[in-house]
């Protein structure tokens, strides 16, 4: 210790001071350097605690050098960090690298934590997808056999992540310059054919629409029209009968998505019940009165602080990238009421790492909403439920700055301004509709006609099979 105070006060007085000073930035310069440029021989350098966070840019240089391990393969879902450094696939993730795209099919118990581990792509990549994600909710839940696409770089990491959501529809999420990741989708233009089906009700109404092809969807709006006015169970007898319009999807010929009702025409007891389809996505009756019942403006019974607006063309304020609002931000405090806005079935509960716990409910006609951030789900999926009805309680849950309800409406599956869009409040076909609806229930009402009269011409005598009658092209859509 003497020799080195004494070889310090020597080397540190003067203009040695100088001197030395350079020296030791040398070596320490020298010492930066080495470690820059020459790797390691140890391999145990490379081999990553399994139980430590990784650092995205180090595992993605090094796993390559990482010899497989003869490791358990964990069966907890989200255990990311061990799957990238005990799953021997990895290694030939990385030898095939440079292919384009890995086309993966989803399989029982699989989560995309796994998958991306899988494939040797970043958590960190995962978390800027789903949060992404968070305002769409297209990735999750995962179904077996559903197709995902994944496009990486010459490093292995993430460009692109598209799902198949049908043979219409695939959406994906790409990487921008910001980071971040922007969503895209593809639609396949879908072409549309009407058909008109005349059927005599045999044995109970329900088995006769299902005879003709109409979907459990098809049959609960009909039921929903005919609430009120018609007890299917009591007042149908054998020899009423049905007419329906339904419009049906295909591209090249594969079908595609619902069946969808237009008109319907049912004589109960000699009394006729009709229900035909507007372009706002409601059903009216022949004189154009309202039979969807209207939704609610507000999912909660005060009316809350809006802590953030819909906004569907937000930028990120840094990237400045799309990272629209798709939801409207009520200050509820945690546990408030929640009630779905309309007649519906609820047809998702899930739970997103950015969204929190969350239901989706699909009301009669067009309309859908998602229910975000929830602390407690009252409903189950598949449940049915009225509009004002309680499904949740609001909280906190997923990634928040502070308790809220983040409601979205969406028609046709596209998210809406809640607060501001025409939501059906009226109870008649609005005035500036009126001819375009009048002339739509001309037309189907003849449609209807002339198939009951080829119908009622074939089974004079023999009840049998009825037969879709007429086909219209898609120009009529
Ligand atoms: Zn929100």
Known sequence: MQFINRLSRWALSGPRAWLSIIFVAFIALLFVYKSLVSPTNNPKDYTLPSTAKIDTEKSNDTKSLVPPQASSNTDEDNNYDSLVTTDPLQNVEKVTASIPSIEYVIKPGDTLARIFARLGLSRESLYSVLEADQEFLVLEPLMPDDKFTFKLDENGDLLRITRRIDISKSVSYVQHDGGGFSYEEKVNPITYTQEAVHSKISGNFYLSAKKVGLSDTNILIINDLLKGRVNFRKDLRAGDDFNV??????????????????????????????????????????????????????????????????????????????APHNGVDLATPSGTEVLATGDGVVTRIATHKYAGKYVVVDYTGPYSSRFLHLSKILVKQGQKVKRGQVIALSGNTGRTTGAHLHYELHIRGRPVNPMTTDIPTTQSIPKGDKKEYASNVKRWVAMMASAQAADSVKNTDVESEPEPVSELDAAAN
């Open 245 to 322: 319009i339904v419009k049906k999807g295909n591209i090249g010929g594969v079908k595609v998505g619902e069946t969808q009702l237009e008109a319907l025409e049912i004589t109960v007891r000699g009394q006729k019940y009709s229900a035909f389809l507007h372009s706002d996505g409601r059903f009216y009756d022949l004189d154009g009165n309202s039979l969807t019942p209207a939704l609610l403006r507000w999912p909660t019974r005060k009316q809350y602080r809006i802590s953030s607006p819909f906004n569907a063309n937000r930028l990120h304020p840094i990237t400045g990238r799309p």
